[in-house]
Structures are given as structure tokens and as C-alpha cells.
């Protein structure tokens, strides 16, 4: 068994994480720190887990104890948490902050990657694989389908974050392509779990719902991350992305349009992104047009693409608390220990 504890215990992300490691086969969590809720019941917060856990929180954080620990803390925390507490080297850090994600020279402006002292991450990745520093060590980016060989190999994994884990896989096979050549048109509508469970102007429901707002257009803090894998993998990137997130007047859910100018034909690209995911475990293309309900509640990333004239239009979408989160971080847990890929994490669609 692979003994867990988790830090941050009480927002979305770690509610989700725990509903799936007590019902993972070869996992147990031998601790969930909350300093707020130290002393309550789980199921006092998280209150879908009823029935599911007499668990508690706890203000103890016993390292000694466990093989991985999972940061779920807000993001701009991770950093100085290290710095503060000593984790034992034998500890496997899977950090959901967006602390060490990036490397220090971002690509968004073309600034070189290849000075990094790992090599290619798996017979996607055409450049060397980005290394960012922390007090902890080096943290890989946990993004399998590119990343996957780095990932067990790994100490610490910076998780992906869930825009930038759905743009990335609608355009990373078009990356591969080597077609990404002009700015990349990219909007994108997140649930409102996106913004986390403390409160706030633009979540509480009588504002959310039969409501749809745009934010932070053409600088999200993701696009960092998305233009470092497209990087990676098409070896240069010379085009922006141009992203637009919105609000959407839903709970959880992902569903994201990218627009690609090329005159590559549609059957040459299908066939290329239909070859890029034929051994991802959860990312698949499909030939048909997307809606969003066939991923909500599950680790899959469902693709497809159209073409019009030059502009090729790439339809992707996920979870976001579970591919584009806590998902995504079991995923790259098991791969870490060497464990099936797909273990606690065979989840169906919730489309009805």
C-alpha cells in the first residue's frame, strides 16, 4: 500500500482526492492536514463522504509516516511551505500549486529551454524536458502524455494546471505536427469549482447562475505552462496564445475551442493525433463532435478536430478538478510508483 498524507485538507481539490484514494485499491492515507478543522470529522467538510471515512483532521503533519504527500495549497504557498518545514528526501512530493510549474525563462516570448539538465521526457518530446528549481530540489512537470518516462523517474511533480491541461492536449499533437507556426486563438469555459471553495463575487450562486463572464483575457497564469510543453514537444515556439477564459453557470467541467491556421490536410492531422494519444491511458480523440457531460466526473480528455479553409479547429475538454487536478495527480502517483496507471481512477461520465 502507498501510504498518503495530504496538506490543505479542506477545499475542492483535496475532497476530490480523498473520494478517490479511499477507493483506490493500493492506497492509504494515513493523514489529512487542515489547521482550521485539526480535531473535525472529514465528512464535516467534506460531506459526500459520509458513510465513506470516520477519518479526522489534523494539525500534525507525520512525514515519518507516509511515502507521498499531496500539496493542496493555494497557489504562491507551496514555496514557502518548503522553506518553513523540513519533508524527508523519501518523501514524494505531488504539489497541485502553481509554484513549479514554469521554468525560470518562461518560453511565452521564445527565450531558449534547452539548457535544462534533463533529457527528452519520451518519443514525443523533441526538446529537452523543462527542470524547475525549488528548495525542495528539481520538480517535474506532471503532464503524462508528454512527460511520462520523467514522471517515474521523479521526487516531486508540479501537477498541471486545469485550463492548462485541456488547451495543451487539444494543441500538443498539432505541436508534434510542427504546425503551430501563427498565433493560436484559444477560448475556453471552466465551472465554477475552477475558483476554489472560499467564496467570493463572482461564485456565489445567485451571481453564477444563467450567467457567463470573461476574465484575466490574454493573460491567464497558465498560458506560461502551455507554451513551455508546446515547446518542448514542436522544439520551437515562435506564436502566441491567445486565450480567452469565461465563467460558466456550471459546477465542474472544462470545454475548450483552439484555432490552428495551416493547410495541412484534416486526415493527415487526424491521423497524427489519432497516432499521439494511441497509448495514452485517459486522452483520446474522438471523431465526432465533443460535449462536455461525456468527461465531467472522470480522469479522461476527450479531442476532435474540424477544418475550414486554413483554420483548423480543435475541440478539447476535462474534468477540471480531476483530469485538470487531483485526477491527473493520482495518475502521475501511480505512474511514480510504478503501480497501474489507471488504478483508482476507472471513472464513468456523469451525462445523466
Request: hydrophobic fraction near 40%; proline fraction near 4%; aromatic fraction near 8%.
Amino acid at each position: 500500500m502507498i501510504k498518503i498524507g495530504i496538506l490543505g485538507g479542506a477545499g475542492y481539490t483535496a475532497g476530490e482526492l480523498i473520494r478517490l484514494l479511499l477507493n483506490h485499491p493500493q492506497a492509504e492515507i494515513k493523514f489529512v492536514n487542515s489547521e482550521s478543522n485539526a480535531g473535525n470529522l472529514i465528512t464535516d467538510v467534506h460531506e459526500g463522504l459520509y458513510g465513506e471515512t470516520e477519518l479526522r483532521f489534523t494539525s500534525e503533519m507525520p512525514f515519518d509516516e507516509v511515502d507521498v504527500v499531496f500539496f493542496c495549497f493555494g497557489h504562491g504557498k507551496s514555496e514557502a511551505f518548503l522553506k518553513e518545514h523540513d519533508v524527508p528526501a523519501s518523501v514524494k512530493i505531488i504539489d497541485l500549486a502553481q509554484d513549479f510549474r514554469v521554468h525560470p525563462t518562461p518560453n511565452t516570448e521564445g527565450s531558449d529551454l534547452t539548457d535544462t539538465p534533463l533529457g527528452q521526457a519520451d518519443d514525443n518530446a523533441q526538446s529537452p524536458l523543462p527542470i524547475v528549481g525549488s528548495v525542495r530540489g528539481e520538480a517535474v512537470y506532471g503532464l503524462p502524455e508528454i512527460n511520462k518516462d520523467a514522471i517515474a523517474k521523479a521526487n516531486y511533480i508540479a501537477n498541471p494546471g486545469c485550463f492548462a491541461t485541456c488547451i495543451q492536449l487539444g494543441l500538443l499533437p498539432a505541436a508534434k505536427l510542427k504546425i503551430i507556426n501563427n498565433n493560436v486563438s484559444v477560448n475556453a469555459i471552466t465551472g465554477s469549482t475552477g475558483a476554489g471553495v472560499k467564496p467570493g463575487a463572482t461564485t456565489h450562486f445567485s451571481w453564477r447562475n444563467n450567467n457567463l463572464s470573461i476574465y484575466k483575457a490574454f493573460n491567464h497564469q497558465h498560458v506560461p505552462e502551455i507554451c513551455q510543453s508546446l515547446k518542448q514537444v514542436q522544439g520551437y515556439l515562435d506564436a502566441d496564445i491567445d486565450f480567452i477564459p469565461y465563467r460558466g453557470d456550471f459546477a465542474r467541467g472544462i470545454f475548450a475551442t483552439e484555432v490552428v491556421r495551416t493547410d495541412m490536410d484534416l486526415d493527415t492531422i487526424v491521423a497524427a493525433y489519432k497516432d499521439f494519444y494511441k497509448d495514452a491511458s485517459f486522452t483520446h480523440y474522438v471523431d465526432k463532435a465533443l460535449d462536455m457531460k461525456q468527461v465531467v466526473n472522470t480522469n479522461k480528455a476527450l479531442v476532435h478536430c474540424d477544418k475550414v479553409g486554413d483554420k483548423l479547429l480543435i475541440t478539447s475538454c476535462i474534468d477540471n478538478l480531476l483530469k485538470g487536478a487531483v485526477g491527473q495527480a493520482v495518475q502521475n502517483m501511480n505512474i511514480m510508483f510504478g503501480i497501474d496507471e489507471t488504478a483508482g481512477l476507472r471513472l464513468k461520465a456523469s451525462g445523466f
